[in-house]
C-alpha cells in the first residue's frame, strides 16, 4: 500500500502557478496525477472548484485550492518543509508570502491596456519594485543560511519557488523588464542554480507534458503582439518570443498564411 494518499493537481497546460507545486511532488518522490486542462474544460468546471479558480489539487476525492498552500503540503509529504522545526518553516512561509506579495505588485503593470502607462508602471518595476523586493529576500535567504538546517544541498519549497520565478523573468517576455533584473542577488541566482541542477528537475524538464512548443514572430515593437506575448507571460505558458526587422517581413510574407504578422508557430 502507498504511504501517500491519491492526489491529482489540476492546471492548465503550462507553467503558471502549478509549476512549482508539480517540482515539489516530483522531486519530494511523491506520486501524483499531472491533470493538465483547456481553458474550456476549466470553463465548464469553474463553478464546481472552491473558488472558482486553478490550481486545484484533490487529495482521496476531496478538492482543495491555493497555489502556496498546495506547495506547503507538497513540501510536507516530500520532505522539502521542515515540518518538525517551527521556526524553520517560519522563515519559509516568510519567504514564500514575500514572493507572492512581489506577484500582486506586478499584476497592474500586466493588465494596463494603455501602452504608455503600460510602459511607465513597467520601467517603475524594473526601477524600484522589483530591487526592493529582491534585496529584502535576499537578505531572507543571508539569515536563514545561519541555521544549520538551511546549510546542506536538501531543497526546500520557498527555493522551488524563487527558481521558478527567476526561470520566469529570464525567459525575457516582458518588454521594459530586463532579463537580468536579478542577475546582481547572488544568493537569488545560487538558489536558481542549485534547484536547475537538481537531477530531478532535470529529468522533470526531459518529459513530455503534453505543452506544444510555441513561436511568436512579429517586429520588435509592442504592436498587435503585445497583448498575446502577455497573455502567454501571465499564464506562464513557455514561448519563443521571436521579434525580427522589418526589412525581413517581405522576404518571409509569402510563406505566411495572411502574408503578415504576428503569426504562431505550434509545434
Given at each position: 500500500m502507498s504511504p501517500?494518499?491519491?492526489?491529482?493537481?489540476?492546471y492548465f497546460s503550462f507553467g503558471?502557478?502549478?509549476?512549482?507545486?508539480?517540482?515539489?511532488?516530483?522531486?519530494?518522490?511523491?506520486p501524483f496525477e499531472d491533470e493538465r486542462i483547456s481553458y474550456e474544460a476549466f470553463g465548464a468546471k469553474k463553478e464546481s472548484l472552491p473558488l472558482g479558480q486553478l490550481p486545484v489539487l484533490e487529495v482521496d476525492g476531496e478538492v482543495l485550492t491555493q497555489s502556496n498552500a498546495i506547495l506547503r503540503?507538497?513540501?510536507?509529504?516530500?520532505?522539502?518543509?521542515?515540518?518538525?522545526?517551527?521556526?524553520?518553516?517560519?522563515k519559509v512561509d516568510e519567504v514564500l508570502h514575500a514572493l507572492s506579495e512581489m506577484a500582486e505588485q506586478m499584476t497592474p503593470?500586466?493588465?494596463?491596456?494603455d501602452l504608455n502607462k503600460k510602459k511607465v508602471m513597467r520601467e517603475e518595476l524594473a526601477a524600484v519594485t522589483l530591487p526592493r523586493y529582491a534585496g529584502l529576500i535576499e537578505a531572507r535567504l543571508a539569515k536563514m543560511k545561519e541555521l544549520p538546517i538551511f546549510q546542506s544541498r536538501d531543497v526546500f519549497v520557498h527555493e522551488i519557488a524563487i527558481y521558478v520565478l527567476v526561470k520566469s523573468m529570464r525567459a525575457g517576455y516582458i518588454d521594459h523588464i530586463p532579463t537580468t533584473i536579478f542577475d546582481s542577488y547572488k544568493l537569488l541566482n545560487e538558489t536558481f542554480e542549485k534547484i536547475s541542477e537538481h537531477p530531478k528537475v532535470k529529468e522533470w524538464?526531459?518529459?513530455?507534458?503534453?505543452?506544444?512548443?510555441?513561436?511568436?514572430?512579429?517586429?520588435?515593437?509592442p504592436g498587435r503582439a503585445e497583448p498575446i506575448r502577455l497573455a502567454l507571460f501571465i499564464g506562464g505558458i513557455e514561448f519563443e518570443d521571436e521579434r525580427i526587422p522589418f526589412e525581413d517581413v517581405p522576404k518571409m510574407s509569402p510563406a505566411l498564411p495572411f502574408n503578415q504578422i504576428p503569426v504562431l508557430e505550434v509545434d
Open positions: 501517500f494518499p491519491s492526489i491529482k493537481l489540476t503558471g502557478r502549478a509549476e512549482a507545486a508539480r517540482l515539489a511532488f516530483y522531486i519530494g518522490g511523491v503540503y507538497a513540501g510536507r509529504l516530500g520532505g522539502l518543509y521542515p515540518t518538525s522545526t517551527p521556526f524553520a518553516a517560519l503593470a500586466f493588465r494596463e491596456k524538464y526531459s518529459l513530455s507534458h503534453d505543452a506544444p512548443k510555441l513561436k511568436l514572430t512579429y517586429f520588435p515593437v
